[in-house]
């Protein structure tokens, strides 16, 4: 495993995020996912920050769309994750679950 | 919910993008207003912009520091950190710039937005450039913003320039929402028939007013202005054709007024109604001025072009009416320009006592970086002798005063609007347009460019010396741990500057205090203690029968002098300190004297034959007015002394006769010259005449009493409810409180400037102290050594209190001058009245003993120096 694969906490979060989102991954949607499934206020700043950066490391790629079929409608970069990403996100859950094993039910948040 | 979808507010979405990397700064953005208009949606506007700024602020930090690659960022970051490092180690530093510093932006940015709303902000009408203010001329009396009906009349007919001139009244008036509910006290706006359509003030709900509403006798109609709607009737739109009483007149309400005329006229009104009178009314005869005029131009004329034309049209109307038109001109000006004009002085004189009050704290703070910087000059060497270089070196400077200003603006920004707000609910006069005070992007960039212009003011001389300093000498200087001769020179320039602009300050603020105590030391020429005034307002069905209005006028006397705890009681036409007055011209019987613009002229007040018992106002010569001098007996008058001395010179004004309102009166009495308008002018010529002789329906009464106004009123409105159900009292209040109102404006100019004068003496002699003590502290070694060579403690004290006293003259000396420089434009402006040099010579006094007094302490410690735990310190 490359060390460039390692992802922070919240770089995570948005992986999982985008792979909820689907097709319809763009700011608004990651930030309202991580929001609703973490109860955590998160700041759309973090959430761009963060997609440049797993952008940079080849872990997510974006095409911008055709302006949205309203007024004034914008263009938006919907972000899918590259094999790379999907391989972060295994590699990263698969280690979490390694390290939970044999912790007690409380501890795993499981209870 | 309809309509446009609420706007992202600008300053958030400003800061977003100045803190996101151009790659990621579209979308925040994108992502920002598309989740804003969802929230606001959802939750409310409200909401939503909570929502925004939360977003915001939480945003700032990971955009930041994903900018990470970027250099100026890096350095900018890193010197941020070692400031907010420097800024935790010398706490009384950082505070004494926020409090100084923030107190003075805060105070700046809130007179920004008033002064932006009064003079700046357009008026809300539509092509509001068009609109003017029509004003009478008259050679004699001066300029009036008002005009006469019929000569009004001529100006729509004739001047071509003009697209239309409405006329209207605005007046203190009451309401009465439901019948036996307690009258409001409200602003009511009597509108000629073309004001709505010249302002382009359509009604929002309901209809305007009709060309039928405007015939003599037509049903009372009013509309309600939006502010008056929304505030007593939460904005329901039910309220069309309901009733209401206005005065004594049951009203039906037919519409209500777009927002915009909220600020028509300045002050802003409750209540239009239709401007009606009858035929022979005083308004409709030439003589007459009494109803403010405005007017607007025809699209593509200029002001120059409409004031040609109506000095024109009053030439002509000078020869065909020369008895009322003789001398009458007339003047157009810019409405805004008009609204604001009467403000204008004092608004600027806050403005200049605040922006001094604001150098004076850059001048403190200047020296407090100084100081603090030579505490850190070893620090810097060292830096600059390991590698920075010497621009390395100041942009740490210049970061950390820029980053302490910045925090010190953001905080006086956040509390300038309560400030703002403060003040113009304090305000004694009518403020145009201010009474939505915001800080709008505008008044923001105004906040921030003061606050970089403090910043540099403060931050120069700091940046000035440390380029000059060379590591070798820094550290040869540390090792000696005094200051060098130029340092010294700087902080004794920054006492001077300090004492010079706060002394500037002091003096206006002892000039205005001076002027507010001559005022309200002038004595009225009548006692108003123990007098309780109020309002009547009789039915219309009763005014119409003029012996039925007299017997109801005096049977509200009599019950009010029937009250527990009252005196004496009495009605008039108008009351002193109120507005309302008949100013007249007349003639002497037996003189060549002609009525009109250059005949004599004098003040008229109808008043029932108590009045002079109830005011206290005494009669030098003659008789007063009694009981039976009612419609039946001969016309009498008596006269004030000024009436009597300007018109009768050497005789005696008793016994002779004048020519006025269609008769002819005898002078019965001379009674003491009593102010009526206010305690500045000087009394006029003025004329008491009976009540029943020149019956109107327009009723004060005055009772002489030590009970509450309040207690009052509602005890003789039971008593007038017994009488006739339609009579409504209002506007109680004591005689004292309308005389102390008139020098409101006084009060509150004196008040402002002297505090933020004394703010100002305070900082400067805290500078003073703070110099002083440091040269002390600096010169031990110096000190302990003159001590040692046997210099006694006095010589000593005396050195450093000459030390201080030479830098309070270096700046009394230009602030003496600018202080007689600025007294003799507050002069000029009418602002003042008290002795100049006087005020300039006690405020000169107070600086030196105020100085000795700071510099006494310092001095006292020197003399007791330890001359060898001085020189073991080393």
């Known amino acids: ?7 922070g906490e919240f770089e995570l979060y948005v992986l999982i995020a985008i792979a909820h989102a689907g097709d319809e991954a763009y700011g608004v949607t990651i930030r309202q996912e991580i929001e609703r499934r973490t109860g955590r206020v998160v700041a759309i700043g973090a959430v761009h920050a963060t997609l440049a950066r797993l952008d940079e490391k080849g872990l997510v790629r974006y095409r911008v769309s055709d302006p949205q079929p309203v007024p004034g409608g914008k263009r938006r970069k919907f972000f899918r994750l590259t094999a790379a990403g999907e391989r972060a996100v295994r590699h990263s859950a698969g280690m979490l679950a390694r390290m939970l094993d044999g912790l007690s039910p409380e501890l795993r948040g499981l209870r | 919910m309809s309509g446009p979808p609420p706007r992202l507010p600008r300053i958030a979405a400003a800061i977003l993008a100045l803190a996101a990397s ?14 804003y208009h969802q929230v606001a949606r959802e939750r409310g506007t409200a909401a939503a912009r909570r929502w925004c700024w939360t977003q915001v602020a939480l945003s700032l930090a990971p955009l930041v520091r994903s900018r990470k690659g970027d250099r100026v960022i890096t350095t900018v970051a890193s010197d941020l950190r070692y400031a907010a490092r420097l800024a935790r180690r010398a706490p009384l530093v950082t505070l004494s710039v926020i409090v100084a510093i923030g107190g003075g932006i805060a105070a700046a940015t809130a007179i920004v937005s008033v002064m932006e709303g009064v003079f700046l902000r357009p008026l809300p009408f539509s092509r509001p450039g068009e609109l003017l203010q029509l004003s009478t001329v008259i050679e004699r009396f001066g300029r009036a913003p008002e005009m006469n009906y019929l000569d009004a009349g001529d100006l729509r007919a004739q001047a071509s320039s003009l697209a239309g001139v409405a006329q209207y009244d605005a007046g203190p008036g009451t309401a009465r929402l439901d019948p036996g509910a307690p009258a409001l006290s409200i602003t009511v706006v009597s509108a000629g028939r073309d004001l709505a359509g010249l302002l382009d003030l359509p009604a929002t709900t309901g209809r305007s007013f009709a060309a039928s509403d405007f015939a003599n006798g037509a049903a009372p109609v009013a509309l309600l202005t939006d502010r008056f709607w929304r505030r007593r009737f939460g904005g329901d739109a039910g309220v069309i054709g309901r009733s209401i009483d206005i005065g004594s007149d049951r009203t039906q309400i037919v519409g209500v007024l777009p927002p915009a005329a909220n600020h028509f006229p300045a002050g802003g009104s409750d209540v239009w109604i239709p401007l009606t009178f009858s035929a022979d009314s005083f308004l409709n005869q030439r003589g007459s001025i009494a109803l403010a005029a405005i007017g607007r131009l025809r699209t593509g004329q200029s002001r120059d072009t409409a004031q040609a034309e109506v000095s024109t049209i009053a030439d002509r109307l000078a020869k065909t009416y020369p008895d009322t038109n003789r001398s009458r001109r ?3 000006d810019e409405l805004q320009g008009a609204m604001a004009g009467p403000v204008r002085p004092m608004v600027m004189l806050i403005a200049g006592a605040i922006a001094l009050l604001l150098a004076v704290a850059c001048a403190n703070i200047a020296n407090l970086l100084l100081a603090h910087a030579q505490a850190r000059a070893p620090e810097l060497a060292l830096r600059g002798a390991i590698g920075a270089s010497r621009g390395r070196l100041l942009r740490q400077l210049w970061t950390e005063t820029l980053a302490l200003f910045a925090v010190a603006g953001t905080a006086g920004v956040v509390c300038s609007l309560p400030l703002a707000r403060a003040l113009v609910a304090r305000y004694p006069e009518a403020l145009p347009l201010a009474a939505d005070v915001q800080l709008d992007l505008r008044v923001l960039a105004i906040a921030a460019l003061v606050t970089l212009v403090a910043a ?35 902080s004794g320039l920054f006492v001077a500057a300090q004492v010079a602009l706060s002394m500037v300050l002091l003096f206006g603020g002892l000039v205005l205090a001076r002027t507010f105590l001559n005022i309200a030391a002038v004595s009225p020429g009548f006692d108003p203690h123990d007098v309780v005034t109020l309002r009547a307002s009789i039915p219309s069905s009763s005014l119409a029968d003029e012996r039925r209005m007299l017997a109801m006028q005096d049977t509200l006397r009599d019950a009010g002098a029937a009250l527990p705890g009252v005196e004496s009681a009495a009605h008039a036409m108008f009351i002193p300190f109120t507005p309302g007055s008949w100013g007249d011209g007349f003639r002497r019987v037996g003189t060549a004297d002609r009525i009109g613009p250059d005949g004599p002229f004098g003040h008229f007040y109808m008043v029932s034959p108590e009045y002079f018992t109830v005011m206290r106002l005494p009669l030098l010569r003659g008789r007063p007015l009694a009981a039976t001098d009612d419609e039946r007996a001969s016309k009498v008058l008596v006269v004030s002394e000024t009436f009597a001395r300007k018109l009768y010179s050497n005789a005696d004004a008793v016994g002779q006769r004048i020519e006025w309102n269609d008769g002819v009166w005898q002078i019965v009495g001379v009674a003491a010259d009593a102010r009526h308008g206010s305690l500045w002018d000087a009394p ?29 009123l509602a005890d003789l409105q039971r008593k007038a409810g017994a009488l006739d159900p339609g009579i409504i009292l209002s506007d109680a209040m004591p005689m004292a409180d309308r005389l102390s109102d008139s020098a409101a404006a006084e009060r509150f100019r004196a008040l402002v400037t002297s505090g933020l004068a004394l703010l100002a003496l305070a900082l400067a002699l805290v500078g003073l102290h703070g110099v002083v003590a440091y040269a002390v502290v600096r010169r031990t070694r110096e000190i302990g050594i003159r001590l040692a060579l046997g210099e006694r403690p006095a010589a000593v004290r005396r050195t450093v209190i000459v030390d201080a006293l030479r830098a309070i003259v270096t700046g009394l000396l230009p602030g003496v001058a600018a202080a007689w420089w600025i007294g003799r434009w507050l002069d000029t402006t009418g602002l003042v009245r008290a002795d100049l040099n006087l005020s300039l010579a006690a405020v000169a006094m107070t600086f030196l003993l105020a100085g000795l007094l700071a510099a006494a302490g310092p001095a006292w410690r020197a003399s007791r120096v330890d001359p060898i735990a001085a020189l073991r310190a080393e």
């Open chain 2, 330 to 332: 007339f003047a157009v």
């Open chain 2, 684 to 712: 006029d010529a003025d004329v008491y005449v009976p009540r029943r002789q020149v019956p109107r329906g327009n009723t004060w009464l005055l009772l002489r009493t030590p009970r509450p106004a309040a207690a009052v």
């Open chain 1, 1 to 7: 495993m490359a060390k460039g694969d390692f992802v």
């Open chain 2, 22 to 35: 151009r790659e990621t700064r579209a979308d925040v953005l994108s992502d920002l207003e598309d989740e």
């Open chain 2, 456 to 490: 540099l003011t403060a931050g120069l001389p700091l940046a000035r010396r440390a380029s000059g300093w060379s590591a070798s000498a820094a550290l040869a200087a540390s090792a000696r741990a005094t200051a060098g001769r130029g340092d010294r020179r700087m």
